[in-house]
T-cell receptor, first 116, second 113 residues
Framework: NAGVMQNPRHLVRRRGQEARLRCSPM?????VYWYRQLPEEGLKFMVY????????ESGMPKERFSAEFPKEGPSILRIQQVVRGDSAAYFC??????????????FGEGSRLTVL | DQQVKQNSPSLSVQEGRISILNCDYT??????FLWYKKYPAEGPTFLIS?????DKNEDGRFTVFLNKSAKHLSLHIVPSQPGDSAVYFC????????????FGSGTQLTVLP
């Protein structure tokens, strides 16, 4: 499967616990983006990473949220001390290092976080 | 501050007729616009895009029109098919940006058989 892979697809956490969401980009893609979709809303940009570098984290909440894309392995979005408002679908997208003709991002199927 | 707006949360169209989905934007720095389609419990999939140097792009049943002076774009689907029923997101990218996209809130299209 050459698509963007996200896991887990569904994650349930209690308030105060930690959530870790993983994303493996498409083969050959070195750029990863995380988006969040709250119920009844559109996708909101959170963070853009390249291998071992955070390029733009302007959409990340200042506290409790962090992201990484190590040299080896998937990108990880980490949410510490989750609250009910963190319940959402988290989508990862990837793109190649060079500009594609269409400028599109390729999305995974999302990880749905439910905080009880 | 919503830079990309889709003012119609939903749209119903009869099979075989034209579907027109609208999108407005406020950021003059946007130079590339995309439409994504999303089914429930799936990720968004790319549909069609248009550069700001063009005013129309066509791909099969899908055509996107861009009116830069009005900061407005639209997606036309003709003829509409029941399988087109999905949420459609308009997205835009600013020139010089790090390629991230700004999305609208989406329009739920329902094509009635």
């Amino acid at each position: 499967n050459a698509g963007v892979m996200q896991n887990p697809r569904h994650l349930v956490r209690r308030r105060g616990q930690e959530a870790r969401l993983r994303c493996s980009p498409m083969k050959g893609h070195s750029h990863v983006y995380w988006y969040r979709q709250l119920p009844e809303e559109g996708l909101k940009f959170m963070v853009y990473l390249q291998k071992e570098n955070i390029i733009d984290e302007s959409g990340m909440p200042k506290e409790r949220f962090s992201a990484e894309f190590p040299k080896e392995g998937p990108s990880i979005l980490r949410i510490q001390q989750v609250v009910r408002g963190d319940s959402a679908a988290y989508f990862c997208a990837s793109s190649p290092g060079t500009q594609t003709n269409t400028g599109e991002l390729f999305f995974g199927e999302g990880s749905r976080l439910t905080v009880l | 501050d919503q830079q990309v707006k889709q003012n119609s949360p939903s749209l119903s169209v009869q099979e075989g007729r034209i579907s027109i989905l609208n999108c407005d934007y406020t950021n003059s720095m946007f130079d590339y616009f995309l439409w994504y389609k999303k089914y429930p419990a799936e990720g968004p999939t790319f549909l069609i895009s248009i550069s700001s140097i063009k005013d129309k792009n066509e791909d099969g049943r899908f055509t996107v029109f861009l009116n830069k002076s009005a900061k407005h774009l639209s997606l036309h689907i003709v003829p509409s098919q029941p399988g087109d029923s999905a949420v459609y997101f308009c997205a835009a990218r600013a020139s010089g940006s790090a390629r991230q996209l700004t999305f609208g809130s989406g329009t739920q299209l329902t094509v009635l058989p």
